[in-house]
């Protein structure tokens, strides 16, 4: 039976200098520091925009894992953060053997965690931490991380509902009065993840997909019509070799669906899987694997209502974003969808935001009535955060589009690919001393 999942917790980060990436998601892409947990070798910052929560934790120059070579048995062991080892482990999550920063767990709320880990069990799920409790003075929390089929990416399942703090036991809350926030608050506003893609070696989609269909009952929904159910959505043209198959999970905690900014028609999580196809030259998704070490967490997509005000003050504090191809805002018809859906090109070519609008069956099918309908969403994409050309993030406004848009993916494709050919050279022209602030507007 698959697990019942409440919500999405959080997302966390394992990366070599907490500090940095904690600077950088704090000035630059406007999170605010929340709670903090602090030990003699390990550093745990939660930053958070909307409900979208990160946690930053400090990979430690260590080779083992928490359980590495200590075989447990499924029971049940309680701690208090007191008690835990500092020197060997991370709350709530593992350490991360990979080299390189990599975004490895994507958090769930369960409301049991002994019955979902027991569930999870005895359908084969690999654990790398049993159920176990954390407690404070404001209660406790019981998780239990199970490992995903993808790459290094691992679950942590955590049950809060005997818990009354603002986060969870063992990390401090950082004061609302002297939080560390930046300015932006108003006109940067993310509200919730919107989806996770996953970047896979080929061939390994059905495996991917299986696995969370039948663990935690996430449905297949098409990206596009025209998607064959066994060979997802293909995009294999102008030197463009990409399968995406996508995924969603529907149950909502009633929270959720009570915060005025989300969509009832929202899901509580999509998962995106992108392949790509054989025969490619250099491409976005094997540079991911290679540099990443393996599969991974390519990028995640944060919901905005305002992706122009957003983009604009995240700009401005010196996020990076992909420029689109020069010719996608003068390819035929592309000005007046622009126009039909009420923005002004110019504006969205300043961003590099990227529009492409959802044309429905009946329009596309009748060419005498077809006339654009009002659903649309728009794109634009961060430039890697790491050190590493591995992980990035989206900002996503959607016009009533729940997919995502052919010619945006084409266009990410395409920017993606002149950053990788001409990145050798901007890489050195950053350490010569040039900027190029302004390549990433247009
Ligand atoms: O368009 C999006 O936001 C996606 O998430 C789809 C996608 C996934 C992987 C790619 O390398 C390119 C596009
Ligand atoms: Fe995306």
């Known amino acids: 039976m698959a697990a019942y999942l409440s919500r999405l917790h959080h997302i966390a980060l394992h990366v070599g200098n907490v500090d940095k990436t904690t600077f950088d998601l704090l000035t630059k892409f406007k999170f605010n520091l929340f709670a903090v947990r602090r030990t003699r070798e390990s550093r745990q910052y939660a930053l958070r925009k909307g409900s979208a929560v990160f946690v930053v934790n400090e990979r430690l120059n260590r080779t083992f894992t928490l359980n590495e070579g200590a075989a447990w048995s499924p029971r049940h062991s309680s701690v208090t953060p007191q008690t835990l080892n500092d020197d060997s482990r991370f709350l709530y999550g593992v350490q991360d053997n990979s080299c390189v920063d990599t975004a490895c767990n994507v958090c769930f709320e369960v409301e049991d965690v002994e019955s979902v880990f027991n569930s999870l069990y005895k359908q084969g799920c690999d654990f790398l931490v049993p159920p176990t409790s954390v407690v404070d003075d404001n209660g406790r929390v019981t998780y239990s991380v199970v490992k995903s089929i993808v790459g290094n990416v691992c679950h942590t399942l955590v049950d809060r509902t005997k818990y009354k703090g ?26 919730h993840f919107d989806h996770i893609t996953y970047a896979c070696p080929r061939k390994s989609t059905p495996e991917v997909m299986r696995w969370y269909e039948k663990n935690f009952g996430f449905k297949r929904f098409f990206i596009d019509r025209n998607e064959d159910v066994n060979e997802g959505y293909v995009i294999d043209q102008d030197g463009i070799g990409l399968r995406l198959t996508a995924m969603e999970y529907w149950k909502c905690s009633e929270l959720e669906v009570s915060l005025p900014f989300k969509n009832k028609r929202d899901p509580d999580c999509k998962f995106v899987v992108a392949e790509s196809l054989p025969y490619q030259g250099s491409n976005q998704v094997d540079s991911f694997l290679e540099q990443h070490g393996g599969a991974g967490i390519q990028h995640v997509g944060l919901y905005t209502p305002d992706i122009v005000s957003s983009v604009d003050t995240l700009a401005e504090a010196g996020v990076q974003f992909f420029s689109p191809p020069p010719t996608y805002y003068t390819q035929v018809g592309k000005l007046q969808e622009i126009e039909d859906a009420g923005h002004d090109p110019r504006l969205l070519s300043q961003h590099g935001i990227l529009l492409d609008s959802d044309v429905r069956q009946n329009d596309s099918d009748n060419h005498l009535t077809a006339s654009r309908n009002k659903r649309y969403l728009l794109q634009v994409f961060t430039r890697p955060i790491f050190t590493e050309d591995t992980f990035f993030l989206e ?23 002149a950053y990788m050919e001409g990145g050798d050279r901007e890489r050195q022209a950053l350490v010569s001393g040039a900027t190029t602030a302004d390549s990433s507007r247009h």
Not at 399 to 417: D, T, Y
């Open 395 to 417: 900002l996503i406004e959607r016009r009533g589009a729940m997919g995502f848009g052919e010619g945006n993916i084409r266009a990410l494709w395409r920017s993606v690919q």
């Open 166 to 191: 603002e986060f969870l036991p063992g990390f401090q809350d950082v004061n609302v009065d002297s939080a560390v926030s930046t300015d932006g608050e108003s006109s940067c506003s993310v509200c």
